[in-house]
């Protein structure tokens, strides 16, 4: 069972440009990440319907829902912190929260995703690209988790899905749609 704050990794089935640069700098992880926000009572002003989770995608952050992640458009894996326990006090679900809606509507670095990240994963010295102020998916998850004080990657800034994934406070949770 998904909890707040779990980690939603995806693969896309189909190929586009994007996606196959980021699992190609990553050595095969994931190409994207989203934290699941079901159960923290963020209600879609259009719909009335709670969001099930965010992201932060291209061009900005937002909120969205499972069923625009179909398993037959992506392979899915979802994770936990392992040290986020439940239930979890209201002061550190109000932070995940709070940092959630200050990322939403932030625009998406593609500087960090364009030469950054790239850089980093082929070994080349070279000037961080990022803007400090913009994130990616995975800083942006990171992020979030960070302000709750369950750091992934503590000593990183720069991070990608896979950093995520092999870090040691990751934990699949199980594989599939929802």
């Known amino acids: ?4 704050f779990d980690m939603i990794m995806t693969w896309p089935r189909k190929w586009n440009f994007i996606s196959w640069f980021i699992i190609w700098i990553t050595r095969g992880g994931p190409s994207h990440v989203r934290v699941y926000a079901k159960g923290l009572g963020i209600i879609d002003p259009e719909t009335g319907k709670e969001f099930e989770f ?12 499972m069923e625009e992640v179909s398993p037959k458009e992506y392979q ?18 109000d932070k995940g929260i709070a940092a959630m809606k200050e990322l939403n509507g ?3 670095d ?14 080349l010295d070279h000037t961080d690209q990022s803007d400090p102020e913009k994130k990616v ?8 988790l960070t ?6 990657c503590p000593s990183d800034e ?13 934990v699949k949770v199980k594989e599939g749609g929802e």
């Open 137 to 144: 998916c995975s800083s942006a998850a990171e992020y979030i």
């Open 76 to 93: 899915i894996e979802y994770g936990r912190h392992s040290e986020l326990f439940y239930p979890l006090p209201e002061e550190l679900r």
């Open 110 to 123: 593609v500087g960090e995703l364009g030469f950054s990240q790239f850089f980093d994963q082929i070994g």
């Open 147 to 152: 302000c709750m004080n369950f750091p992934f």
């Open 106 to 108: 932030t625009l998406y």
């Open 158 to 170: 720069l991070v990608s899905p896979q950093d995520i994934r092999k870090s040691n406070f990751y």
């Open 1 to 4: 069972m998904l909890r707040p």
């Open 54 to 65: 965010f992201e932060l995608t291209w061009p900005k952050g937002r909120f969205g829902f």
